[in-house]
């Protein structure tokens, strides 16, 4: 079994920028499409942005201009690169990836928080 590990979430003021991260705990695995999903209180998991095996990515409307998702493929690793960040950011942030077998792997959250 495979487990994704996040890192890189924290406390920001608005308009500032964070980096996520997210790897695979183990390596001979490949992944299919990769993506960023986020959960603020009281609200439905969306997703925030998806790129395919190929690097094309997708984003939410809201996100779009301000966020950027990139992987490297040879570690396993999805990132997500967020600027000038707004406080309706604020969520915890899920990774998620589907494997060769068509399995959705997530990893466990990590916190954004930004202030106003």
């Known amino acids: 079994q495979v487990q994704l590990v996040e890192s890189g979430g924290g406390l920001v003021q608005a308009g500032g920028s964070l980096r996520l991260s997210c790897a695979a705990s183990r390596s001979g695995f490949s992944f299919n499409g990769m993506g960023w999903y986020r959960q603020a209180p009281g609200k439905q998991r969306e997703l925030v942005a998806a790129?395919?095996?190929?690097?094309?990515?997708t984003y939410a409307d809201s996100v779009k201009g301000r966020f950027t998702i990139s992987r490297d493929n040879t570690r396993n690793t999805v990132y997500l690169q967020m600027n000038s960040l707004k406080p309706e950011d604020t969520a915890v942030y899920y990774c998620?990836?589907?494997?060769?077998?068509?399995?959705?792997?997530w990893g466990q959250g990590t916190q954004v928080s930004v202030s106003s």
């Open positions: 790129i395919s095996s190929g690097g094309r990515p």
């Open positions: 998620k990836a589907r494997g060769s077998d068509y399995t959705d792997y």
